[in-house]
């Protein structure tokens, strides 16, 4: 009788691997076509039809990136915090995409670049916490005074935001001149 179950235990994981491979394959193609994207004429209509692509693309595999991880992670503690990370990355995507193809008004551009900072500094920040979660229990959480290195990176987002009236993080030249990133980003 273990016979049949094993068949059946057997078919069940080459279905999944047939569905994994699958996934991999979508995902690759996925990020090919966003790749596709970048290398196209920097000509205006194709460049917005193209970055519109490429932003849709980026935010439907963080998304997806994000749904996986509910049905993946036990534990709470880094499914929180994991799910976070995915939302910031989604946060970087749409604020980048703002940035270069809605916005043209210079002072709005400056302020989406400061935005930028609030995923660069809160996605390592939550890499931290995970890592300090991994391998523990279910039900795990983190001590309480871990609440004490959100201060440095809240600090740090709170001043990078209110640049325009300290200038202590970054300094502007007095000419005015702009430098943008945009065709590497």
């Known amino acids: 009788m273990s016979v049949p179950m094993a068949n059946g235990l057997r078919n069940m994981a080459d279905k999944t691997n047939i569905i994994h491979k699958k996934k991999m394959l979508l995902l ?18 194709i460049f917005q039809l193209a970055g519109s692509l490429r932003t849709y693309i980026y935010i439907t595999i963080f998304y997806l990136w994000g749904r996986s991880i509910k049905r993946r992670i036990i534990q709470k503690q880094v499914q929180h915090y994991l799910i976070s990370i995915a939302g910031l990355m989604i946060f970087w995507i749409m604020i980048r995409t703002i940035k270069y193809f809605i916005v043209d008004n210079i002072n709005a551009s400056r302020y989406l670049w400061y935005m930028y ?19 523990k229990a279910e039900d795990y959480k983190l ?31 007095e000419n005015g001149s702009v430098w943008s990133d945009s065709k590497y980003s």
């Open 117 to 135: 900072h609030i995923p660069l500094l809160g996605i390592p920040f939550l890499g931290l916490l995970t890592a300090m979660s991994l391998g």
């Open 28 to 45: 690759g193609l996925a990020v090919f076509m966003a790749y596709l994207c970048r290398m196209c004429d920097f000509e205006f209509e």
């Open 143 to 173: 001590p309480e005074w871990t609440g004490a290195l959100y201060i440095p990176t809240i600090i740090a987002i709170v001043f990078v935001l209110t640049n325009d009236l300290h200038q202590k993080m970054f300094a502007f030249p």
